[in-house]
């Protein structure tokens, strides 16, 4: 029996070590998200979120409207929040603003996932590894197998791939791939695709804030502050059916309490559900366009 558990322990890590890294991966991404705050001269404009933050702004757009430099740090729901804001507080500096659009999933519910963390443990080198909660551990042990398989799967294919990373998608099709975000921290690849369908739920969120996360968040905006940034929550963009099942008044209330209220209302960060690109949380190039000039329009006072 531990020759076998042996065995199998041995297999998982040749295979999530031993194969070649996957240079297109979407999480990728997170490496150029971070050179970024690294080599932009402050102050900056930079935005803090999950996917709804990378699929829904033009960041050219708003830094060339405002007369900034933009940094878009979103990336992806499925690693949390507390991850890459504690990353990124490192990098910021006196004379930023930093517009944090946290998904209203995580007032509600650990998100970092078992499909995500360790995809994006091995894309960033275990970056911060010993730094990890024990959330984010258990996230992380639990999708190694998954990992593992999809290490093999990428074995299998070099024959006919002739590469080890995911390829480029089709012409006019969408994939989750690093190539797909520009030179901001943007996802611009989905402007140029049709979306896929999009089925809202009649769902209402009806569980308790977590107290614990308001607290951490708290606790970091305020260090955010203490670097010399100026800090605003605003809510994360989205269709009107997914603020009708995510949101819910006790999300405000939470952040008025701690002192760091929505700037907007989150009806002002909402589009139709029309101009959703393949989730609620993303949006299509006039979803982009609409949430931007909203953005460049509130943004206008602070810059």
Known sequence: MCGLFLLFVGVHVLLICGVPADHNQYLREYNHKVELLERTPSPRLIFMGGSNTAFALDSKTIGDSLHCRVVNFGLHGGIGSRYPVEDALQYVR???????????????????????????????????????????????????????????????????????????????????????????????????????????????????VRQDFVRWLADVLKAYEGKG?????????????????????????????????????????????????????????????????RMIGFLNKFL
């Open 94 to 208: 006196m004379g930023d603003l930093v517009v944090f659009q946290i998904e209203y999933d995580a007032f509600f519910e650990e998100t970092c996932n078992k499909e995500t963390m360790p995809k994006l443990m091995t894309a960033t080198g275990w970056r911060n590894v010993g730094q990890l909660t024990m959330s984010e551990w258990e996230a992380v042990l639990a999708g190694l197998p998954m990992l593992a398989l999809s290490h093999l799967k990428r074995l299998l294919l070099y024959p006919v791939r002739h590469s080890f990373d995911t390829p480029q998608p089709e012409r006019g099709q969408f994939s989750y791939v690093a190539s797909g975000f520009n030179d901001y921290g943007d996802e611009v690849s989905h402007w140029y695709c049709d979306g896929r369908a999009y089925h809202p739920t009649a769902k209402r969120e009806t569980r308790p």
């Open 229 to 293: 940034a100026r800090v605003l929550m605003m809510p994360p963009a989205c269709t009107s059916s997914c603020l009708g099942s995510s949101y819910s008044d006790a999300i405000g209330l939470a952040l008025a309490s701690i002192g760091y209220p929505y700037q907007l209302s989150p009806e002002m960060m909402t589009v139709p559900d029309s101009l959703a690109f393949n989730t609620g949380y993303h949006l299509n190039r006039d979803g982009v366009k609409l949430v931007t000039a």
